[in-house]
């Protein structure tokens, strides 16, 4: 099993900055890929970042040159650094990860989450 836990989140006035950490834990064998989603109230979740293991990123058109992604294979840590932050970027930020764990000899790979962290941006 894998846990997600996640930090940094808060309020912060329009323009400013945030930074979100989310460490993986637990028996791993390894975490392919990683990523940030949102939700804002009445609206879907949606993709906000992602990262692969060997570090190539995607990001959502709208947060793109204002939010960067990275990660520490060694810690099994992903971060988001978000800046000049709008009040549209206001949302519940969930950490996804896609790990494989090992049991009697055989690797199974699944989906986790986290808990969530709220970001609000103010005007």
């Known amino acids: 099993q894998v846990q997600l836990v996640e930090s940094g989140g808060g309020l912060v006035q329009a323009g400013g900055s945030l930074r979100l950490s989310c460490a993986a834990s637990g028996v791993i064998f390894s975490i392919n890929n990683m990523g940030w989603y949102r939700q804002a109230p009445g609206k879907q979740r949606e993709l906000v970042a992602a990262?692969?293991?060997?570090?190539?990123?995607n990001y959502a058109n709208s947060v793109k040159g204002r939010f960067t992604i990275s990660r520490d294979n060694a810690k099994n840590t992903v971060y988001l650094q978000m800046n000049s932050l709008k009040p549209e970027d206001t949302a519940v930020y969930y950490c996804n990860a896609e790990g494989v764990t090992e049991y009697s000899g055989y690797l199974y790979k699944n989906e986790y989450w986290g808990q969530g962290t709220q970001v609000t941006v103010s005007s």
């Open positions: 990262i692969t293991s060997g570090g190539s990123t």
